[in-house]
């Protein structure tokens, strides 16, 4: 995992923030590979409630964690009762790390 444990904070923290502490994380992606260089940060948060503005929270937490870990790319992808699952989801949860 291509995440320092002070990065890994910052995430859960800003997650745990926006969206409550029983909010998982996963990080998905190029990120997993040890031996790459670069990449954007990709993260499934799944969520045990709904959510109103899905796509206002995402792209909020995306600016928070720009604006804490610097400018950098991070996705963000959600999961919470009641929003479509997409191929996305399922490629994220087998295999994504949790954080």
Same mark, same amino acid.
């Given at each position: 995992?291509?995440?320092?444990?002070? =990065?890994?904070?910052?995430?859960?923290a800003?997650?745990?923030r926006?969206?409550g +502490?029983?909010? =998982?994380? $996963?990080?998905?992606?190029?990120?997993?590979?040890?031996?790459?260089?670069?990449?954007?940060?990709? $993260?499934?948060? %799944?969520?045990?409630?709904p959510?109103?503005? +899905?796509?206002?929270?995402?792209?909020?937490? =995306?600016?928070?964690?720009?604006? %804490?870990?610097? =400018?950098?790319?991070?996705?963000? $992808?959600?999961?919470?009762?009641?929003c479509? %699952?997409? +191929?996305?989801?399922?490629?994220?949860?087998?295999?994504?790390?949790?954080?």
């Amino acid at each position: 995992m291509r995440l320092s444990e002070h =990065e890994r904070a910052v995430v859960c923290a800003a997650v745990a923030r926006r969206f409550g +502490p029983q909010a =998982e994380v $996963l990080l998905f992606g190029s990120r997993i590979d040890d031996a790459p260089r670069g990449g954007d940060i990709d $993260l499934l948060v %799944e969520l045990p409630h709904p959510i109103d503005d +899905p796509l206002a929270q995402a792209v909020g937490l =995306e600016v928070d964690l720009m604006r %804490e870990l610097g =400018e950098r790319r991070i996705d963000v $992808l959600l999961a919470y009762p009641g929003c479509r %699952e997409q +191929p996305i989801h399922r490629m994220a949860r087998a295999g994504g790390q949790r954080l």
